[in-house]
Nanobody
Framework: QVQLEESGGGSVQAGGSLRLSCAVSGYTRSDYWMGWFRQAPGKEREGVAVINTGIRSTRVADSVKGRFTISRDNAKNTLYLQMNSLKPEDTAMYYC??????????????????WGRGTQVTVSS
């Protein structure tokens, strides 16, 4: 069983930055992808950024490429999402997740078994 708890969300003006953190507890397989998804009201949950430290691979959605960076501190059992140059369209609930996937399917929410409760990010123009 894996437990995930997000923190770091908040309200920020466009162009600002936030760093989300996800505290990970329980057993995580070395081949798990871990990452961040987001969901805005009335929209489907979408993959933002994922990381697999076992194969040293990351993947970032085109909509946030160049602005968001995902990282993982295994010693602290913490996953991070550094978000820079935030835009109003980044406003959403952000979820931390873990599960099995292939590289090509790693941004599909259906592949992920474990989810945190989410942290809200609101970007004003």
């Amino acid at each position: 069983q894996v437990q995930l708890e997000e923190s770091g969300g908040g309200s920020v003006q466009a162009g600002g930055s936030l760093r989300l953190s996800c505290a990970v507890s329980g057993y995580t397989r070395s081949d798990y992808w871990m990452g961040w998804f987001r969901q805005a009201p009335g929209k489907e949950r979408e993959g933002v950024a994922v990381i697999n430290t076992g194969i040293r691979s990351t993947r970032v959605a085109d909509s946030v490429k160049g602005r968001f960076t995902i990282s993982r501190d295994n010693a602290k059992n913490t996953l991070y999402l550094q978000m820079n140059s935030l835009k109003p369209e980044d406003t959403a609930m952000y979820y931390c997740t873990a599960g099995s996937a292939t590289y090509s399917t790693s941004l599909w929410a259906s592949n992920f078994k474990y989810w945190g409760r989410g942290t809200q990010v609101t970007v004003s123009s």
